[in-house]
């Protein structure tokens, strides 16, 4: 079966006619990862409190989907390194497993932002709201961020 990872087939889907100059879909790209990264650094600063900290522990749900969303940020972030993970992990399962295992994966590294955006709406607790915008943007990440990374890549500079 022939194997097609969704990234990758994101970013070919991308339209032709969908172009930015490179400077600004580079300056696009990066201040959407740097806008990702803050509210995700903040919930975990709201997640693990100090030791003499009179505030409430954030519920172990917000922590897993914020573990999650972390995970689904750092696949979109250009050179993590994926591959090497993809074969270290694929290595024990059939070859007829593994382009089902590695689309399920990415499916579900899509959704799990949205599903923590769910979660952190109906919360009130200091970690949900950096949570909120983390999944927001991460979700932004994934829809928009192949067309940016192809507009950067494919433009010529001469």
């Known amino acids: 079966m022939h194997q097609v990872p969704l990234s990758p087939a994101l970013f070919l889907a991308a339209p032709a006619s969908f172009r930015f100059p490179a400077v600004p879909s580079f300056l696009l790209l990066c201040a959407l990862l740097l806008g990702c990264a803050v509210p ?4 975990w600063a709201r ?4 030791e003499d900290s009179e505030e409430p522990r ?8 914020l573990a999650l969303v972390t995970l689904s940020f750092v696949a979109q972030v250009p050179g993590a390194p994926l591959v090497w993970l993809e074969r270290s992990v694929l290595r024990s399962f059939s070859p007829e497993w593994q382009p089902w295992i590695v689309l399920c994966a990415q499916v579900i590294l899509i959704l799990l932002p949205g599903a923590a955006a769910l979660y952190a709406v109906f919360r009130t607790r200091p970690v949900d709201q950096p949570l909120l915008w983390a999944s927001l943007l991460v979700v932004l990440l994934w829809l928009v961020g192949p067309f940016l990374t192809r507009s950067w890549l494919g433009a010529s500079l001469f």
């Open 40 to 43: 995700i650094a903040l919930a």
């Open 47 to 50: 997640a693990i409190p100090a």
């Open 58 to 65: 954030p519920a172990r749900a917000a922590v897993v989907f």
